[in-house]
């Protein structure tokens, strides 16, 4: 059964409408809502491509007749005692029959505005309108929808306008018994023609005509092809803008209305392939994108070309074939300088930038020269051009684009913070939507100071203020840089909850689900790391080992983890010929300055742990340097514990100290307990040097002896509780070890055999957790 192509009984019910306010019946203060409620249901969604995307919002194109009651119920037409309501529903059920409805649509020509022509019949007619008449410019919102509806409604056959007016009863009856002005025109029936032939309902006629109104569902009727495009449309945009999946329930909702009609329209093909795109569903991704521009390339749309192309290089890129993407992306920018295409060539560099920045060793492999020159210069040439066709989204991104560049090159940080006010100020002039963004790159900015508890605010403003419109994979990585945070601070639990509360419906999308698997088995594997729980951390590198489609910086987390296993194992070597060559990948593809510092450190710390810390003194160094310029606060305060470590190893206790008191108060404000412990442990081996340093044989000197000891067991107690938060094992036993050390040198056998029993049952109990637990 074939749907309209464009008149539903709906938009007949607003056709009745423009009558009523072309014949000046509603009052002036009715004017507007009544314009606002038609255009709302003519105008067309805002394109996905245009500047205010955001401000497409659903159009119900299925609105029952319960809506005119809720917009014209409060407003008085210029008829005594009745409101536009009433008026509207009397016009309404004035369409009393077949002959009228075609009535209806020859009369939509009264109310275009005349030409010389007509002017000059009517005159020599002798035809004289109403004063108060209103007509309706051709060219206007109204005059176009007139002129449609008259000429969809002039094609239609006869059997789909009886299938129209069938459609268009069922819509209008359940207003029949609205008001007694009302009942008189309703009680003729469906059809005044009918009633007065005397026919009635089990008559063989009558059934034969409007039989089938109480039993036959007229979904189909109600909704057109044109409305049914609008739809998909509507849901494009979702799928664009926020990065998600059609819901199960919409899906049938569209299958429903689809599937009988016979109907092919070009916008489904393009809807089902960003939604298998989204599942992982290669095969059938690209089954529908050829579908889609098979059918623009036969309505001869060949405009959509290079926009194929360009689906196809971002397609090809997310399932890990770089070296197909990079051909697509290539043909899409030749055929958009050949069409001068200047948004889809611009779009196109943008998206080229962000993937030699996000996979360079995956370009490289696949024989990626370089198009853009530098990556500075490839982003000045994005920012000219998109102030020059007032691309104001490339625009936004580009300056974002920006502030990272500073970040990731260690540059200055007023120079990040300045392009990200210049973007915020653009998102608030010509509301472009990119509040997710740029609160994820200052939540990481503030991240990087050191400053954590505004980097996690950043994160939940934007989960709590900017959920609706913010794309779901930006939502998703607010949550597990939440989630990080937590666990930091040895909240495991609550970082697993967090990742856990993301809804199912998220799971659909491969990607997504994905980048969830992964923050969870990071989390999962930091922890089974500190409890040394090595069978669960096996087991977990297996099924962590990442990919192509991993996440670059979920993929140097892990990397990190699993440096930190093979050192906490004792396994050296492997751990420093990772480092090697880690270090030199880093170097090569220029990677993120925060990376190479974080590789400077561990390999400091593999020294300290081999018993050589003096070796690591130059690269502690290099690494406080680089990270002190970059303003890479954490990676700072690590570097100068590793450093106070290597003053302690060669007997410089006093400047150790000095150095751990600067940046011991900095590191509890961050909230990273593990390093938090880390500088408490060498501020008590600084203060026990110290204390050795002391002569014994005078009194002051046994008095700062005392001091200096009495120093080191709190430094001993405060890393002893941040190691128990976050569950570090080893690091907590340590330190009871060193109690009991302090004890026994203080001639105090009975508490040294207490602190070593209280090792013995902390190191037992861990075990015992281990066995129980199931990986």
């Not at 540059?411 to 509040?435: D, G, V």
């Not at 440096?563 to 050296?572: V, Y």
């Amino acid at each position: 059964m074939a749907i309209s192509r464009y008149l539903t009984p709906q938009k007949i019910s607003l056709l009745v409408l423009v009558n009523l306010y072309c014949d000046s019946v509603p009052t002036s203060s009715a004017t507007i809502p009544i314009l606002s409620f038609i255009l709302s249901h003519l105008v067309p969604l805002v394109s996905s491509n245009a500047r205010s995307t955001h401000s497409a919002v659903y159009q119900n194109v299925g609105f029952s007749i319960q809506a005119f009651e809720d917009v014209l119920l409060g407003h008085a037409s210029t008829m005594p005692g009745r409101t536009v309501l009433d008026v509207f529903l009397r016009r309404m059920w004035e369409i009393n029959s077949f002959d009228a409805l075609h009535d209806l649509f020859s009369n939509l020509g009264e109310l275009l505005m005349r030409t010389r022509e007509d002017a000059e019949r009517e005159a020599a007619a002798g035809v004289v309108h109403p004063v108060d008449q209103i007509f309706l410019s051709r060219t206007s919102p109204l005059g176009a929808f007139i002129r449609r509806a008259r000429l969809e409604f002039t094609r239609l056959q006869f059997h789909d306008a009886m299938k129209l007016w069938s459609a268009f009863i069922s819509y209008r009856a359940p207003t029949a018994q609205w008001t007694r002005r009302i009942a008189p025109l309703a009680s003729t029936g469906v059809d005044a023609i009918v009633a007065d032939m005397g026919m009635k309902e089990n008559d063989p006629l009558f059934e034969v005509a409007y039989g089938h109104l109480e039993g036959e569902d007229i979904t189909e009727q109600v909704i057109s092809a044109d409305d049914f495009d609008r739809m998909l449309e509507f849901q494009l945009d979702q799928l664009q803008r926020l990065g998600c999946r059609v819901p199960d329930e919409m899906r049938k909702q569209l299958r429903t209305m689809l599937g009988p009609s016979g109907v092919v329209l070009r916008q489904s093909h393009l809807v089902k392939f960003f939604d298998a795109w989204k599942a992982g569903d290669y095969t059938s991704a690209f089954d529908n994108l050829h579908r889609y521009y098979d059918y623009a390339m036969q309505t001869r749309e060949k405009i959509h070309y290079q926009y194929a192309l360009l689906h196809m290089a971002i397609l090809q890129a997310d399932f890990g074939c770089f070296g197909e993407s990079i051909a697509a992306i290539n043909e899409t920018i030749t055929t958009a300088r050949e069409n001068q295409d200047m948004t889809c060539l611009n779009f196109s560099l943008s998206w080229l930038n962000h993937l030699t920045k996000a996979y360079p060793k995956e370009l490289k492999r696949a024989g990626y020269i370089g198009m853009l020159g530098s990556e500075r210069e490839g982003l000045l040439f994005l920012k000219s051009k998109a102030k020059e066709t007032k691309m104001y989204n490339l625009l936004g991104a580009t300056l974002l684009n920006e502030a990272k560049l500073c970040l990731a090159t260690g540059e200055s940080i007023p120079r990040a913070f300045e392009y990200m006010y210049q973007a915020s100020h653009l998102n608030i002039r010509e509301n472009i939507n990119i509040y997710g963004s740029q609160m994820l790159l200052e939540s990481t900015l503030y991240s990087r100071l050191g400053i954590v508890h505004i980097s996690s605010v950043h994160c939940e403003l934007l989960l709590h203020c900017y959920k609706g419109s913010a794309p779901i994979d930006e939502q998703i990585r607010a949550i597990g840089r939440c989630a990080f945070i937590a666990s930091q601070s040895g909240r495991y639990d609550d970082a697993l909850a967090l990742l856990e509360s993301i809804p199912l419906s998220t799971h659909r999308s491969l990607k997504f689900h994905q980048y969830i698997y992964h923050c969870t088995g990071l989390i999962k594997l930091r922890r089974a790391i500190r409890r040394t729980n090595w069978a669960a951390v096996d087991q977990l590198l297996l099924k962590l080992t990442p990919d192509s489609s991993t996440d670059p910086e979920l993929t140097f987390l892990l990397t990190e983890a699993r440096l930190s296993s093979l050192i906490q194992r004792g396994r050296h070597p492997e751990a420093f010929s990772l480092i090697e060559s880690l270090a030199q990948e880093l170097k090569d593809t220029n990677a993120d300055i925060l990376q190479r510092v974080s590789m400077l450190i561990t390999k400091a710390n593999l020294f300290a742990k081999v018993g050589n810390a003096e070796r690591g003194f130059s690269v502690a160094l290099r690494a406080a340097s680089i990270a002190f310029k970059a303003r890479l606060m954490p990676s700072l305060w690590q570097a100068i514990g590793l450093l106070a470590n290597i003053l302690n190893a060669i007997g410089e206790f006093a400047a150790a100290g000095k150095l751990l008191d600067a940046v011991i108060p900095q590191s509890l404000e961050h909230g990273d307990l593990s390093l938090c412990a880390t500088l408490y442990a060498f501020q008590a081996d600084c203060s026990m040097g110290l204390a050795g340093q002391d002569d014994p044989s005078t009194s002051n000197g046994q008095r700062r002896r005392a001091v200096n000891v009495n120093k080191a067991e709190y430094y001993i107690d405060r890393a002893r509780e941040c190691y128990k938060r976050v569950e570090d094992i080893e690091g907590e036993c340590e330190q009871l070890c060193k109690k009991a050390i302090l004890a026994k040198l203080r001639g105090d056998e009975q508490l040294a055999e207490e602190w070593a029993q209280n090792y013995l049952a902390t190191w037992n109990a861990a075990r015992e957790r281990i066995g129980e637990e199931v990986v």
